[in-house]
């Protein structure tokens, strides 16, 4: 029965789902389904009315009884679905369709809408096309979250001559900047629509494309060049022109010289780099080749870019060829190739670094222009530096080589610390030396222009008192202070460290439990039994204190069952691993204490201070605004997972489904999230109302665009002033707002000072550029010195390696591994060990994620047979199976002459040296197994 109607509603289900609310037709709900069902599709109503919808479709499509299909109609024609109504009855949706380019281009143009109208005053023209709980919402609401719940209402609509009388309701209330987006009085640079409305005439309008994110500010048509006057090609990019200010960033980059671009973060820096790009390619003399890296500093941003590049591109030209090379998908890929082959390679730097070290490219001048994306970051031992390293030396090396053009885009040049405009000046001109920079781009004529598409959110501070006398830290502190004891019994470990004033729970107590194992690993006694055990007991006293720091760091953030969760977790691995008589006794004071810590987890009148301001927070800014987005910053993954745990764990917050977003790397016990968990979750936050929140580390501070982002949250989370910018940018919607909670009063002092340099920065930026000034003369300088430096600790630093065998000990109990001579170097950063004994040594275990890269198969994990500390991986390499690849600094490296004892954090460092890898080799040994 009604199968026919059935089959025709699964099919026309996405006109449906993207149109009905379900709470409006709550009594049809009510009449024909369970109450548990009816309450899950309202909840998850609160969330999502889309997916709402499709569970209530879902539902529908099961029903049987007598009545149902016509009772769906009758309730859809009563509650004012005239439109849909009307389609499911002829199962035509003619008239729906032709609502689909107006909803899709109000999308577009939504921030300016929003920023415009005064929806309380546009839907007194508008009432026969809303609902009137939906009227009566948008009146309780504020200017910018009514006009979002407008928006929202228009794009969910069944009314065919909604356009119709959003276009009067516009007109009445002379809306005439949206007007104007919408109805073009001239040809403009916008793009023209025609739309036809019920009554059959035509109407046309255009649009603005959505200021706020830059991956959206692109056309669909091809440039049009025009060789003779460089500047005027370049006033279009893709067929869409650039705006005034945006030409001005970019006229410099245009002339070919070496330039940083400063912009505010949303303003299109990247629309300009698209732009640098399509000029450099196209205004080339006869001959001449033209070849572009652009550079991402991190994974997720490198992503974004790549789409973007790629998206622009095969629309603008597809002659021009772009690739793109990252992290583990450059390996084992041919760079030199892939490089060799296209126009414009999209790559993270450290990957063109290593084609330059290994000599898969033979140097910079097969570029003709380097673009550095976050070029702030031009500094120390950073790829970006290591890279201009390589530019400069050739440079004032008189090698003659034509080297690439330098652009470089940021949205800050306040690097370093400064105290006055001299200092910024000087930290500025450091910079524009490492990039060989000459000029400093920024919006100086169309300012105004620049502050109509950008906006800079509000800043507020929320200062909150801190825990007073609370228990569990003091039982903390006495569980602490009781094995620091017990530590002191075994060695004077205050001996092994120069830090003092070491309070609990401070980054400071983790320093000195960092420089009190570095010692440990070389801590030598005449008995080697004895060093052996002092070594493994210090190191397994140390880790306990290190893990009590990060609950008490963890409990002054957030709850205090979240810092006893971490413990427990990290009690549970002790005991699955090697559980020595040390470890033993550490996790049986921990058992001891154990009930008291749970006692004082529950009690609901010690809740942390800092949360429940928090929540105020989050309760204020989702009751005044629904749709918001936010993402909160914080220090630490532990406490993104606490605060994730909080967030689902509170009634009042659990709809904001929270997702976290960390780093990629392995960092003590917390493994990294790969790069499509973290392109699932930010697509999910971006693109559909089921994640409200994002909880995200430093990993989303710079680069990552989130548009509809208009909430930042500063969770005792405060940096320099880069990062300061960097991170306020992250909230890139109108009406967005920064702000950072601390009880820490030097926090919120230091955020403050920041504010206060960023207009030092303004004004150095501002006299550097002053016609007189010695800026050139500055940056000359400061690179002949550079250059002096790196060329004398070249001669005066390099490792001498010798030729001395050293024996490897695991560096946690000093039990012996293998020797030096044994082991080999595969692809220059791969160390193999090649000795049946060494199997003796360790035992294996799973590998939880195996992979492959550059001829390598990860099999299992490798960890020293005595203590269980990770030693490395098992590895297949070819067709050569079993093999042992180390990391050095799970060991100590001990001379086996001297008896002199050695730690080495990177292979680099190293002083002994090493055979490379020989398949030959391999393949006698091999054969001599076998005999």
Excluded at 242 to 264: D, S
Excluded at 432 to 458: G, Q, W, Y
Aim: charged share 30%.
């Amino acid at each position: 029965m009604y199968e026919l109607e059935k089959a025709n509603l699964k099919r026309c289900g996405a006109y449906i789902v993207n149109i009905l609310r379900p709470s409006y037709i709550k009594g049809f709900m009510t009449t024909y389904l369970p109450p548990v069902i009816v309450q899950e599709i309202l909840s998850q109503e609160l969330s999502s009315v889309t997916l709402a919808a499709e569970l209530l479709l879902q539902h529908i499509l099961t029903l049987d009884e007598n009545g149902w299909f016509q009772e769906f109609l009758d309730v859809l024609e009563s509650q004012g679905y005239i439109g849909l109504n009307e389609a499911i009855k002829k199962w035509d949706f003619e008239q729906i369709e032709k609502l689909e380019p107006f909803k899709k281009f109000l999308e577009l143009i939504e921030p300016s809408f929003i920023k415009n109208v005064k929806a309380v005053e546009i839907i007194i023209y508008m009432r026969e096309c809303l609902f009137d709980q939906d009227c009566e919402e948008i009146q309780r609401l504020s200017n910018i979250a009514g006009a979002q719940k407008l928006v929202e209402c228009l794009k969910r609509t069944d009314k065919i001559n909604s356009f119709k009388l959003l276009k009067l309701a516009l007109d009445e209330c002379n809306c005439d900047i949206v007007l104007d987006l919408l109805y073009p009085e001239d040809t403009g640079d916008k793009k023209k629509v025609k739309y036809q409305e019920g009554n059959g005439t035509e109407s046309s309008f255009r649009i603005e494309i959505r200021e706020e994110a830059e991956e959206n500010n692109l056309s669909e048509n091809h440039c049009k060049a025009s060789g003779a006057h460089d500047v005027e090609h370049t006033a279009e990019c893709a067929g869409k022109k650039l705006r005034k200010y945006q030409e001005e960033l970019a006229g410099p980059a245009f002339r070919g010289e070496n330039t940083i671009i400063c912009a505010p973060t949303g303003c299109g820096k990247t629309i300009v780099a698209l732009a640098i790009c399509d000029h450099h390619l196209k205004n080339k003399k006869e001959g001449q080749k033209r070849k572009i890296a652009f550079m991402a500093t991190r994974v997720e941003v490198y992503e974004q870019q790549y789409s973007l590049f790629q998206q622009h591109f095969a629309d603008a030209d597809e002659d021009v060829s772009v690739t793109g090379l990252c992290g583990e998908s450059a390996e084992g890929v041919p760079v030199g190739m892939y490089i060799e082959t296209n126009d414009i390679i999209v790559l993270t730097p450290q990957i063109l670094v290593n084609a330059l070290n290994c000599g898969t490219i033979p140097s910079l001048s097969m570029f003709s222009l380097l673009i550095f994306d976050e070029c702030h970051n031009t500094t120390g031992k950073h790829p970006y530096n290591v890279l201009m390293t390589m530019y400069l030396d050739s440079k004032l090396s008189n090698k003659n080589e034509l080297l690439p053009q330098i652009v470089g885009l940021t949205a800050s040049v306040g690097v370093g610390s400064f105290k006055n405009e001299r200092e910024a000046e000087n930290n500025i001109c450091q910079l524009c030396a490492f990039m060989d920079v000459r000029v400093i781009s920024t919006v100086i004529e169309n300012k105004e222009e620049l502050k109509s598409h950008i906006h800079v959110p509000e800043k507020q501070f929320f200062f909150v008192e801190k825990r007073s006398g609370d228990p569990f830290t003091m039982t903390i502190y006495g569980i602490m202070s009781k094995i620091e004891e017990l530590a002191k019994e075994v060695y004077n470990i205050d001996s092994l460290s120069n830090i003092k004033n070491r309070d609990y729970g401070s980054q400071k107590y983790e320093q000195w439990i960092v420089d009190v194992q570095k010692k440990c690993r070389t801590l030598q006694l005449e008995d080697k039994q004895k060093e052996s055990q002092l070594c493994r007991e210090l190191f397994n006293y140390t880790e306990h204190l290190r893990k009590y720091n990060d609950a008490l760091i963890i409990n002054e953030d957030a709850r205090t069952k979240d810092a006893l969760d971490y413990l427990d977790t990290f009690s549970a691995d002790v005991r699955n691993a090697g559980f020595d008589k040390t470890e033993q006794l550490l996790t049986q004071i921990f058992e001891d204490n154990y009930q008291q810590l749970h006692q004082l987890s529950t009690e609901e009148s010690r809740e942390n201070p800092k949360l429940k301001e928090l929540k105020y927070i989050l309760d204020e800014e989702y009751r005044n605004n629904e749709q918001t987005r936010t993402v909160l910053f914080v220090r630490t993954r532990a406490l993104a997972e606490a605060l994730k745990n909080w967030v689902e764990e509170n009634p009042s917050l659990a709809h904001l489904k929270p997702g976290v977003l960390i780093g990629r790397g392995k960092r003590s016990q917390q493994t990294g999230m790969t790069l499509p968990s973290k392109k699932g979750l930010l697509e999910s936050f971006k693109k559909n109302d089921q994640s409200k929140i994002l909880i995200a580390t430093s990993v989303a501070d710079e680069g990552i665009d989130i548009p509809q982002c208009n909430l930042v949250l500063l969770y005792e989370y405060v940096g320099n002033v880069v990062k300061m910018i960097q991170v306020r940018g992250r909230g890139r919607a109108q009406g967005s707002k920064c702000i950072l909670v601390s009880s820490k009063k030097e926090q919120i002092e230091k955020e403050k000072l920041n504010m206060l340099r960023e207009k030092i920065v303004d004004q150095a930026v501002i006299n550097l550029q002053l016609p007189g000034n010695t800026m050139l003369t500055k940056i000359e300088v400061l690179q002949r010195e550079d250059k002096n430096v790196r060329d004398y600790n070249r001669l005066t630093l390099q490792t001498v390696r010798t030729d001395d065998c050293f024996r490897l000990l695991c560096s946690k109990c000093k039990s012996p591994a293998c020797f030096t001579d044994h082991i080999r170097v595969l692809q220059d950063s791969h160390h193999v060990v090649l000795d049946n004994a060494f199997s003796e040594c360790y035992i294996t275990k799973p590998h939880g994620r195996p992979r492959s890269y550059g001829g390598f198969q990860k099999k299992l994990k490798m960890f020293c047979k005595t203590c269980e500390h990770d030693w490395g991986i098992i590895a297949s390499y070819m067709t050569i199976e079993h093999l042992p690849v180390i990391k050095i600094d799970s060991f100590v490296a001990e001379n086996c002459v001297t008896k002199e004892q050695h730690y080495f954090r990177k292979w680099r460092d190293v002083i002994f040296t090493m055979k490379q890898f020989d398949i030959a080799e391999m393949h006698a040994r091999l054969h001599a197994l076998q005999k």
